[in-house]
């Protein structure tokens, strides 16, 4: 039996509720978001294209907001 490791539907994915955020972290060169198992908040951009975050980080939309706004 073949499984995903993708989620059933991209609307589950985290970084689809905080779309408008996205966005500009996008138009601002993100590229790359990594989520590592840290527990609490954890945010860092590493440098223009990419971002690290805590699976809780990534998990709460106001949290992932604001990670998102990071700048390198």
Do not use: C, K
């Amino acid at each position: 039996m073949w499984r995903t490791t993708m989620p059933a539907a991209l609307g589950t994915l985290p970084e689809n509720r905080v779309i408008p955020a996205l966005v500009t972290a996008w138009r601002g060169g993100l590229t790359t978001i990594i989520q590592l198992p840290y527990l609490g908040f954890f945010a860092q951009r590493i440098n223009r294209q990419h971002l690290v975050v805590s699976r809780t980080t990534r998990n709460d939309p106001e949290m992932l907001a604001q990670a998102l706004a990071l700048e390198a």
